[in-house]
């Protein structure tokens, strides 16, 4: 008998002729972000993924709660729908009985208030002498007879116990939901703008999970934002790293563009200005670190610069696309994911963004094509775009990893 993790593949086993290239990224995604729990055999069959330890002693895999690491790292990566900690083993319906029993009396141990249970069998190997419907109603009867105390339940028990009847029998009971998506490399690299608020991290980590890596771009207007601020964006990013990969995080020195805005700009067009210069730097980044397109965390409505018209009004400055994952969500929905993804607590601490430093008090919601050519007429943006791009200092972040 050896342990060993059951990762199911979603979306990736919906591919037509491509599905072996996303797969062979997904392997090799798994491999590098499980490199530190030691030397393993990462294999497919069908829909889904088995790692297992190259060597017996490998202290991940003694039981489940010593793979409790390891599993999350594998939850963390996007193509993966769940796991599962799966006991492997060879021989007839006896060594099953066996092996279930000893995962009952493991499930039981950390669940002492357990009282029902079922038995849900698969069976692939169809030499195998006994069909699925019989090995459960057999398992489950030995189960009973082992635990007086248990009973069979249909709906929802306490728990289940799974049979798997492949090249090799497995027994697993339970599964951790993983993030689904696709694997990190399958799309082309975007520019995340990440500012140290809630949403940005959160639409980064959408859009890696539809498979594309990310550098980040923050302005930082320092001393008006703090060294504590930029230290939460970079948390941030590292946070964000943990699911879409390695980043590069492009920090902006935007004092100097914020304060020539705020001296030659109309006051309630400020916020309008600052984005359409931010977006232009962004645009210019992305370009010179092969992006191709922007991410931004922007909800249709939710402030001043998130009208449709504010919108249009910065769409206006750049080729690329500008992606806004969060477009259609509801604040709460997205501080769901922000808490699922372990960023809220980080976003909500109380540091100030360049945009709340310079923000007009009245901003016009619903700026006109003519009111933004106006109040931009004063202003040197080639200037402020080209001296934005001079003074990015670039950090390599280095992932969380859960
Ligand atoms: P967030 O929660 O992501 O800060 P927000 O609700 O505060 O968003 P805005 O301040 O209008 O909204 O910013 C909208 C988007 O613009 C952000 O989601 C982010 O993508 C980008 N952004 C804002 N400020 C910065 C910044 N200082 N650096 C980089 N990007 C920024
Ligand atoms: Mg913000």
């Known amino acids: 008998m050896s342990n060993v993790i059951l990762a199911r593949m979603g979306e990736v086993t919906l591919k037509g002729l491509n599905r072996g290239s996303f797969e062979i990224q997904l ?5 590098y972000r499980l490199k530190r729990f030691g030397n393993l055999k990462i294999y497919q069959s069908q829909s889904r993924i088995w790692i297992e330890p190259k060597e017996e002693d490998n202290p991940n895999f003694a039981n489940e709660a010593a793979a409790k690491d390891i599993m999350a790292a594998v939850c963390q990566v996007f193509g993966i729908v ?18 279930a029993k000893s995962l009952t009396e493991y499930v039981l141990s950390e669940n002492p208030d357990y009282k029902t249970f079922k038995i849900e069998s698969k069976r692939g190997n169809k030499a195998f002498p006994m069909d699925s419907p019989t090995i459960c109603d057999e398992l489950g009867g030995f189960i009973l007879d082992t635990f007086p105390n248990l009973s069979v339940k249909m709906k929802n028990p306490d728990f289940i116990i799974n049979v798997e009847i492949r090249e090799y029998n497995y027994v697993y009971s339970g599964k951790k939901m993983a993030h689904r998506g696709l694997p990190v490399g399958t799309a082309g690299r975007g520019m995340l703008l990440l500012s140290g608020g809630i949403d940005s991290p959160v639409a980064g980590f959408m859009m890696a999970s539809r498979g594309m890596p990310l550098d980040a771009v923050y302005f930082h207007s320092y001393p008006y934002t703090s060294d504590l601020a930029k230290q939460k964006v970079i948390d941030l990013a590292k946070i964000v790293s943990g699911y879409s990969g390695r980043m590069t995080l492009h920090i902006v020195n935007f004092t100097q563009i914020q304060l020539d805005m705020y001296k030659n700009s109309p006051q309630d067009m400020l916020t309008v200005t600052m984005r ?39 769409n206006e400055v750049v080729k690329m696309p500008i992606l806004r994952p969060l477009i259609g969500m509801d604040k709460q929905a997205t501080c769901d994911i922000s808490r699922d993804i372990g960023a809220f607590e980080t976003s909500i601490l109380p540091y100030e963004d360049c945009c709340t430093v310079f923000v007009a008090k009245h901003p016009k919601t619903h700026p006109h094509p003519e009111d933004v050519i106006e109040a931009e007429k004063n202003l040197d943006i080639d200037d402020m775009v080209e001296q934005g791009v001079a003074g990015t200092e670039d950090i390599e972040i280095t992932p969380v990893l859960i």
């Open 27 to 31: 392997k090799g995604n798994l491999k």
């Open 82 to 99: 769940s796991v599962s900690f799966a006991r492997k083993f060879e021989g007839g319906f006896d060594s099953i009985c066996e092996n």
């Open 276 to 314: 359409r210069v931010m977006l232009r730097i962004a645009e210019k980044l992305a370009q010179k670190h092969e992006c191709k397109c922007l991410i931004t965390g922007e909800s249709l409505g939710q402030v001043a610069s998130q009208t449709l018209e504010a919108m249009v009004a910065t």
